[in-house]
């Protein structure tokens, strides 16, 4: 099964403590786009880094993907298999890179089920906090780039770009209204590790943005 996004460099693993960073926001809002600015910046530094997704990011996550994008189900089987996915991937990927010395950059992580299965979905939090414990125990992401846009311009974009969408792609407007609430009420409570991007600006914009907010963050780091 091939894992498109499972992308690595092979700097030398400095003595600094790899980070967890995530990329969050609705379908369209350019987290791949800006993906590669982050996968620079780190390789400026000097940093190793492993590039993954959600879900996905191995053989058996990739399979629950394709699941989970095309086959109609309710959405506690859909939270269930999302986390499912997640935890291979936690085993497998993310707990043995970080274990390794290598920074690891997801595009999505547990954010995105409180956004999409409880704010979109509507699965209650209490599930959803239970399920976080179960399946990921204490690992937080260190820091979280949230690429907020308006649905109508998220839309825009993806028309432009694609065919026919998936499962979440094919939501209507007011689907990706409350996943963007949902991302909102989550991100409240962990301001320390979230950088709000506007994803509204030019595509320059918002990488000088990400690189920027990126950077500083190293320095504190290293310090
Ligand atoms: N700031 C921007 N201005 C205009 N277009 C943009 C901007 N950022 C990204 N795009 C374009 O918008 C489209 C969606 O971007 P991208 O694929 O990065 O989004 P995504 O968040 O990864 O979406 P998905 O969740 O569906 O994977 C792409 O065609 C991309 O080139
Ligand atoms: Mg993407």
Redesign the pocket.
Same mark, same amino acid.
């Given at each position: 099964m091939n894992v498109p996004l499972l992308a690595t460099n092979y700097n030398e693993i400095p003595d600094m403590q790899p980070r967890l960073i995530t990329?969050e926001?609705? &379908?369209?809002?350019?987290?791949?786009?800006?993906?590669t600015t982050i996968r620079q910046v780190l390789t400026d530094a000097g940093l190793p880094w492993l590039e993954t997704r959600e879900p996905g990011g191995t053989p058996l996550a990739e399979t629950l993907r394709s699941l989970v994008l095309s086959q109609p189900m309710t959405a506690l089987s859909e939270t269930l298999l999302m986390f499912a996915a997640r935890h291979d991937h936690v085993e497998r990927v993310i707990c043995p890179a970080l274990a390794r010395g290598q920074w690891v950059l997801s &595009?999505?992580f547990v954010d995105a089920s409180y956004a999409y299965q409880g704010g979109g979905r509507g699965v209650a939090e209490k599930q959803l906090v239970s399920l976080e414990a179960w399946v990921v125990g204490s690992l937080q992401p260190d820091l979280t780039f949230w690429?907020d846009l308006d649905p109508d311009?998220?839309r825009l974009?993806?028309n432009?770009?694609?065919g026919v969408?998936?499962r979440?792609?094919q939501e209507q407007r007011d689907f990706f209204e409350r996943v963007r609430g949902g991302y909102q009420r989550r991100f409240q409570e962990r301001p320390d590790r979230l950088c709000v991007i506007d994803?509204?600006?030019?595509?320059?914009?918002?990488?000088a943005q990400v690189k920027q907010a990126l950077e500083s963050r190293l320095i504190k780091w290293l310090r």
């Amino acid at each position: 099964m091939n894992v498109p996004l499972l992308a690595t460099n092979y700097n030398e693993i400095p003595d600094m403590q790899p980070r967890l960073i995530t990329l969050e926001g609705i &379908d369209g809002a350019g987290k791949s786009t800006h993906l590669t600015t982050i996968r620079q910046v780190l390789t400026d530094a000097g940093l190793p880094w492993l590039e993954t997704r959600e879900p996905g990011g191995t053989p058996l996550a990739e399979t629950l993907r394709s699941l989970v994008l095309s086959q109609p189900m309710t959405a506690l089987s859909e939270t269930l298999l999302m986390f499912a996915a997640r935890h291979d991937h936690v085993e497998r990927v993310i707990c043995p890179a970080l274990a390794r010395g290598q920074w690891v950059l997801s &595009d999505r992580f547990v954010d995105a089920s409180y956004a999409y299965q409880g704010g979109g979905r509507g699965v209650a939090e209490k599930q959803l906090v239970s399920l976080e414990a179960w399946v990921v125990g204490s690992l937080q992401p260190d820091l979280t780039f949230w690429f907020d846009l308006d649905p109508d311009e998220a839309r825009l974009r993806l028309n432009r770009g694609r065919g026919v969408g998936d499962r979440f792609e094919q939501e209507q407007r007011d689907f990706f209204e409350r996943v963007r609430g949902g991302y909102q009420r989550r991100f409240q409570e962990r301001p320390d590790r979230l950088c709000v991007i506007d994803a509204g600006q030019a595509e320059v914009e918002v990488s000088a943005q990400v690189k920027q907010a990126l950077e500083s963050r190293l320095i504190k780091w290293l310090r």
